[in-house]
Structure formats: structure tokens, C-alpha cells
Nanobody
Framework: HPVESGGGLVQPGGSLRLSCAAGILNFEDMVWYRQGPGKQREWVAVITKDGNTDYADSVKGRFTISRDYAENTGYLQMNNLKPEDSALYLC?????????WGQGTQVTVAS
């Protein structure tokens, strides 16, 4: 199953790079979600097996999703972080119509 890492505490305007070790071979799409305290899970970004990407409007222009096919790992580069980006970030890998979820990595943006 996927394993996320790279979360932490960062000041507003700072950056973090999250990693997701897929844990499964030949996954198709990788999707990042986040869930803040008292909030519903929110879709953040997706990268397909062909490398196509898409982002939620709230992170567009600040976050970049990428993947390393050789390492079977995906990344979420987060720049210009805002307090409202604070959440548990979860990685979802899809293969053959199955979904594989990680446990998440916590991101806190605060002064």
C-alpha cells in the first residue's frame, strides 16, 4: 500500500515536498487528497499513467504533482503554502479499478 512522507510544520509562504511510495507496481493514476480538521476529504491533484496532470482550483499555480516511474513514487511539491492548506494529505494509487490508500502525512501551515 502507498506510504506518504514529507509532511511537517511550515510557515505561511513556505514549501514542502510530499512523497508517496506507491507500494504497488504499475499503478495507473496517483491522486492526492487532503482532509483538514472538521472538513470533508478534498481532492487536490492527479497524475495519470501518461503523465497528464490536473489540480484543484485552490492549489493551481502553487502545487505540482509528478511521478518517478523507475522509483514507483509520486511527489507533490507545495509552494506558497497557506494556513488553509493545513490538513492530512493522503495518497491514492489506482490500478485495475482498485484503489490503494496510504495512511497520510500531516501538513501544518502556521506562524
Amino acid at each position: 500500500h502507498p506510504v506518504e512522507s514529507g509532511g511537517g510544520l511550515v510557515q505561511p509562504g513556505g514549501s514542502l515536498r510530499l512523497s508517496c511510495a506507491a507500494g504497488i507496481l504499475n499503478f495507473e493514476d496517483m491522486v492526492w487528497y487532503r482532509q483538514g480538521p472538521g472538513k470533508q476529504r478534498e481532492w487536490v491533484a492527479v497524475i495519470t499513467k501518461d503523465g497528464n496532470t490536473d489540480y484543484a482550483d485552490s492549489v493551481k499555480g502553487r502545487f505540482t504533482i509528478s511521478r518517478d516511474y523507475a522509483e514507483n513514487t509520486g511527489y507533490l511539491q507545495m509552494n506558497n503554502l497557506k494556513p488553509e492548506d493545513s490538513a492530512l494529505y493522503l495518497c491514492n494509487c489506482r490500478r485495475a479499478m482498485a484503489n490503494y490508500w496510504g495512511q497520510g502525512t500531516q501538513v501544518t501551515v502556521a506562524s
